[in-house]
C-alpha cells in the first residue's frame, strides 16, 4: 500500500502564494506518477498538476500555467505544489494522488490507484 499525506491548505486572499505538500510512505515503488488534483463543491475532480516520480516531465492544467509549479523532493518522498497568483477560482480541495499513469491521460482521476485525504484551499476576492 501507499500512504499520501497532505498538508499546507489554507485561507489566502487572491494574489496571495501557498505551497502544499504530499508526503508519501509505504510501497513507493507502486507508483511511477504523481499529481495534484482539486475539486470544488458540486464540481468534479480535476487534474491541477502532475509529475514523474523520476522528476523528468511535469505536466500543467492550461488554468494554472505561469502560476502553480510541481516539484518534488526524492529523498523525502515529498511532492510539492507550489500556487502562486492565487484566484478565487482556484477554492477547491486539494488532492494528491499517485499510480502507475498513461501520461497522455494524467489528469484523469481514474489513472489512479492512491490518493490523500485532501487539504482545503479558500481565496478570497
Known amino acids: 500500500q501507499v500512504q499520501l499525506v497532505e498538508s499546507g491548505g489554507d485561507s489566502v486572499q487572491a494574489g496571495g502564494s501557498l505551497r502544499l505538500s504530499c508526503a508519501a510512505s509505504g510501497y513507493t515503488s507502486r507508483y511511477n506518477f504523481l499529481a495534484w488534483f482539486h475539486q470544488a463543491p458540486g464540481k468534479e475532480r480535476e487534474g491541477v498538476a502532475g509529475?514523474?516520480?523520476?522528476?523528468?516531465?511535469?505536466y500543467y492544467a492550461d488554468s494554472v500555467k505561469g502560476r502553480f509549479t510541481i516539484s518534488q523532493d526524492n529523498a523525502k518522498n515529498t511532492v510539492y505544489l507550489q500556487m502562486n497568483s492565487l484566484k478565487p477560482e482556484d477554492t477547491a480541495v486539494y488532492y494528491c494522488a499517485a499510480g502507475y499513469v498513461n501520461r497522455y491521460r494524467w489528469s484523469s482521476p481514474h489513472e489512479y490507484n492512491y490518493w490523500g485525504q485532501g487539504t482545503q484551499v479558500t481565496v478570497s476576492s
Open positions: 509529475i514523474y516520480a523520476d522528476g523528468s516531465t511535469t
